[in-house]
């Protein structure tokens, strides 16, 4: 569930591969008690694919035998990282728990208007996030994401950024169907292929959007 993507693969060779994965998991055993120590680890492993060096396949597998992790809890992890990183400097005096940034994470992705709009997001609401439970926390983010309205003061969220929220809520689904369904090796080798081609035909038209909407930014500004 490759959901929230990063920026392309850091170029090492195999054996600077197996140092930084060795790194990665001496910073996952030692933060149990820090998720944003877990989060940035994970986040590496999954960003430049250091789970090879490991002789996996995937991160999912990868997370599942090295650690026990479901396939949501891995990508939770390193996707609240992510959103920590994201809204750190909005949030300077509230310290938030790894489910909150969990929740958070839903309105998270690499795009930089999608990550504008949620630190946006955070701004507004700072002041309820402190002391917020987690399940209030859900609600806030569930309607923010199914509302045609931004958080922005007021403003219409983009179209690129609410298809990428809606993206994101079914992409989500995904992995629950998959384990309901309890497939085979090789079942389960043809739906992580049909996953992926997914997520890319997902990308592309996320992608032509923005790239409309910033054209159509850019000659808004020169008109003005």
Known sequence: MEVNEQASVTEMTPEEKQQRLSKCEQDIESGSNSFLRTGR??????????????????????????????RITGYSYANAY???????????????????YAALSRLYDKHEE?????????????????????????????????????ESGGNTMSEAARITARIKREAKKLPELIAEANPDANAKKKLAGALKELAKQYKAEADKLLGKYKEKAAKEEAAA
């Open 114 to 150: 999608t990550q504008k709009a949620l630190k946006e997001f955070v701004e507004k609401h700072k002041d309820e996030l402190k002391g917020i439970t987690v399940r209030d926390l859900g609600k806030m983010v569930k309607a923010a994401e199914e509302s045609e309205e931004g």
């Open 41 to 70: 680890a994970l986040r590496d492993i999954q960003k430049d694919h250091l789970y090879e060096s490991a002789g996996y396949p995937t991160f999912e597998d990868y997370c599942e035998a090295r650690w026990q992790f479901s």
């Open 82 to 100: 992510n959103t920590y990183e994201t809204v750190k400097t909005v949030l300077t005096d509230t310290k938030l728990s790894f489910s909150h």
